[in-house]
């Protein structure tokens, strides 16, 4: 695999900018679509959202510092693309953003790409229940197997802070799951 | 053989003082080993046939081959200098023309609901600290943030429930005397 550091200075060059683009795309889109899709839920919208997130990192990836690794600047890019789109979807049906997340939920059951059993739907139901941010840390540490100071650097919390939050979020899945 | 009247059994060096945290490793272990069993491995989620395969060219076709091509400029510029001075012409007349009959389009032209559709529909990436900066505060009142109109009596109501103590609200009783 080619490290990060030189794929970054290829993104920046003019002349090596799309192969190098053509590498990323294919080193990170599993990765980044399984975030997405953990927070849009909905395969077709995974979809969409992945794209938007790969056409901003294009972008923007002149602006891109190196302060943060590539790896937790685009983790950042696709969890804010997925956020508001969530938020522009809740507004045009005109839901609240709960009443979004609940739906989505839903409509899991009927969804030819969701193979969940009554347990992994009950798991949806409570991750639907928890505030964002602690969704976000669950997931990504439970279910992507991240590193505390990834997410840290993604979401630009400390990792005390990401700790308290996975655990509490834990212990509020293991407690809903725990109800008949 | 001498029987030892105490014990006969020996012990490694050490053992009951690392009982305890032995103990308790355990206990933690076997609790964190009972807290994942309740929660599935996997959530579930599938993906289309060889979904994988086709994001990269979706993707590059929006990117990286979508970027602007170069065109050489051809050695015979005189055709655009005709071309232009042609398009120059027809400019020139026509916005005589439409200077008479017409008035520009300004800012007080756009619907209402257009621009609260805009609004709606694009992230403009400003926090509140920095609306607030541009929009002074006298100029807005409860009702422009609110969705629904608040009920005189609901906020009394919010505050009996909540408020413990009426005096931590430093509220000016004027009215009132």
Redesign the interface.
Known sequence: MIAEETLVQELKKEET??KA??VL??TY??RL??HI??IV?N?DDA?DV??NT??KI??NIDNFKGESKLYSWMYRIATNESL?FL??KS??MGVSDQELKERLVENLEADV?????E???K??KALASLPDKQKLVFTMK??EEMKYEDISDALGTSVGALKASYHLA?KK??AY??ED | MKKNKKNSFDIPEGYFESFNDRLMDRIKKEEAEN?ES???K???????NS??DN??P???S???KKETKVVPLRPNSNFYYGAAAVAAIFILIFSFNWNSTSETIGFDDLANAEIEAYL??N?YGMSSYEIASIIPIDDLSFEDVLENALEENNILEYLDENVDDIEDLNLDYSDYE
């Open positions: 900018r799309a683009f053509e795309v294919n889109k599993e679509y399984w899709r953990r839920l395969h979809d992945l794209q790969f056409i294009f972008r508001t938020k522009q507004k045009k790409y969701f193979e969940g059993d347990i992994q739907m798991l949806q439970y279910f834990v899945i293991e799951l725990r | 807290g309740l929660i599935p996997s959530d579930g989620f599938t993906v289309p979904y994988f994001v990269e979706v993707v590059l929006k990117t990286v709606d529909n992230t």
